[in-house]
């Protein structure tokens, strides 16, 4: 069985009297540790798929199934827990809280999670270390007013791998970021992805992180059209 497998996935919102199909009959199965590239127009539905398998919302129809466990069929209490502990989120716009310093900033997924009755210290301390192990040793009282973007979001990458996740979803994460510093949260993606064998799925329209993809999937007006075709976006 796939770490991660979509059976027929369809997800439909509606907006007034209309129903829009954002994802239509998703099948797709994800091996564990697999560094997997999501590319496709604006609007496309990539957003939506990490949102079903993240269990940030919820399909329409067919399954979204992790590690044997059928997403749909998690009470509130055990899909707020598999969101916690087992998904790490990355965000284009970093969604940091300002005013809280890093630390403070990295700790709040330990808030919620079974850890919460830990000692404050303790928390800090693995918040601290964390940082430090993404190159934010030196900034860890400062206040996301006070760093750059490619600092905030070494910050938000730290706060998604506080709980020891065993996916990380992030959505376009070097979408605010100049090539350079792009580069450097690319490298620091695939450096923690090797490290801790994470499985990692990317939405993006970098084509840098996309030559680092062990696959890439294209998806196109909610529906799935390509996988694997790397000349298309590395040459």
Not at 77 to 88: A, D, P, V, W
Not at 183 to 194: A, E, G, M, V
Request: aromatic residues 4%; without cysteine.
């Amino acid at each position: 069985m796939s770490f991660i497998s979509l059976r027929e996935v369809g997800k439909s919102y509606r907006t007034g009297d209309e129903s829009v199909e954002a994802l239509k009959n998703i099948s797709l199965e994800i091996n564990k540790g697999e560094f997997i590239v999501i590319v496709g127009p604006s609007g496309s539905g990539k957003s939506t798929l990490l949102h079903l398998i993240g269990g940030l919302d919820t399909a329409s129809e067919g399954e979204v199934i992790v590690e044997g466990k059928l997403l749909t069929s998690l009470n509130d209490k055990k899909l707020s827990r598999y969101r916690n502990k087992e998904i790490g989120f990355i965000f284009q716009d970093f969604h940091l809280h300002k005013g809280l310093n890093l630390v403070e900033n990295v700790e709040i997924p330990l808030m919620f999670s079974e850890t919460k009755n830990r000692k404050e210290t303790s928390m800090q301390k693995k918040a601290a270390e964390i940082l430090s192990s993404v190159g934010l040793k030196s900034r860890l009282n400062h206040r996301p007013s006070q760093i750059s973007g490619g600092q905030k979001q070494r910050v938000a990458i730290a706060r998604a791998l506080i709980n020891n996740p065993k996916i990380v979803l992030a959505d376009e994460p070097t979408g605010n970021l100049d090539s350079q510093t792009g580069k450097k949260i690319i490298t620091l993606l695939k450096r923690l992805h090797k490290e801790k064998n994470i499985t990692m799925l990317v939405v993006t329209h970098d084509r840098e992180i996309a030559k680092h993809a062990e696959r890439i999937i294209e998806i196109k007006d909610g529906r799935l059209i390509e996988k694997n075709h790397f000349d298309k976006f590395t040459t």
